[in-house]
């Protein structure tokens, strides 16, 4: 029997639409049914948000590459989704711990505020920045386009803000538990780990495609942090301007202001 898609009208025999995947039954909603989607959405398999997120911090080189190369679009939660998300999730964090801050040793950090914001805006720039750092150091071992370093790098960075996530959550927990700023961000510890990170990520991926080069891993590493650093070192000289030059502002052990 012949069905029309509900989704895109496009008529087909069997139980998916042969033009956009479908299903022919498709229920009206019930609050089980909601409940059911949400569930589904956060925790069922390779494609909920949750299981992307830990894959993708546990092998970021794998799922790009597979992603970007191999063209498994459809495998995984969308990258592209999840990056924005993640953006979202870490403006909403970053609020909640520096709330925390002044409510706990009354710190009143405008300027945190500001760079919570316009970092995550940031973000969406560094992304290709970073990418052509990463293409002109690899052009002449491979192949891949500019574009295609730009979504590893979208999917890269999406990992590193999920370690500065768990960062957020740790800050968090020690403030609350011991009443008393750790800011494990602020610390040397910080900078060896994104750098080893996305030196690991890096040489995955491009092991992958063929290009075995600790070396320009590590180096790619150390650029990465070191764009992160000039782009946050960007904002917070924006931010002093605006605020005419008044304070200053500690990262990584160092203290920016004039
Ligand atoms: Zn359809």
Redo the contacts with the bound molecule.
């Keep these: 029997m012949e069905h029309t898609?509900r989704?895109?009208?496009?008529d087909?025999n069997g139980k998916f639409?042969n033009?956009?995947?479908?299903k022919f039954n498709v229920p009206r909603f019930s609050f089980k049914h909601i409940l059911e989607e949400v569930f589904h959405a956060f925790t069922h398999a390779d494609k909920s948000f949750l299981s992307f997120g830990w894959n993708l911090l546990l092998y970021p080189g794998k799922l790009s590459y597979e992603f970007i190369v191999e063209r498994k679009r459809k495998k995984y939660f969308n990258p592209f989704t999840f990056f924005l998300l993640m953006l979202a999730i870490s403006l909403f964090f970053e609020h909640y711990q520096l709330e925390l801050a002044e409510k706990l040793f009354h710190s009143n950090n405008e300027y945190g505020r500001m760079f919570n914001v316009y970092g995550k805006a940031l973000m969406l720039a560094f992304v290709p920045l970073t990418a052509l750092v990463f293409w002109l150091l690899a052009a002449k071992r491979n192949k891949l386009l500019y574009a295609e370093f730009t979504v590893f790098s979208m999917m890269v960075t999406s990992a590193y803000l999920i370690i500065n996530l768990f960062s957020y959550i740790i800050d968090a927990a020690v403030m609350l538990a011991f009443r008393h700023s750790f800011d494990f961000k602020d610390n040397l510890i910080y900078l060896v780990l994104v750098i080893a990170y996305i030196a690991y990520a890096h040489l995955d991926f491009q092991k992958r495609n063929g290009a075995t080069a600790v070396a320009g891993s590590v180096f790619s590493g150390i650029l990465y942090f070191a764009l992160l650093f000039l782009v946050q070192v960007f904002i917070i000289w924006a931010v002093l301007r605006h605020f005419n030059g008044l304070g200053t502002f500690g990262m990584y052990g160092i203290r920016i202001g004039y």
């Excluded at 989704?7 to 496009?10: D, I, L, M, P, T």
């Excluded at 033009?19 to 479908?22: E, F, K, R, S």
């Design positions: 898609c989704n895109c009208g496009a087909f639409c033009n956009c995947g479908q």
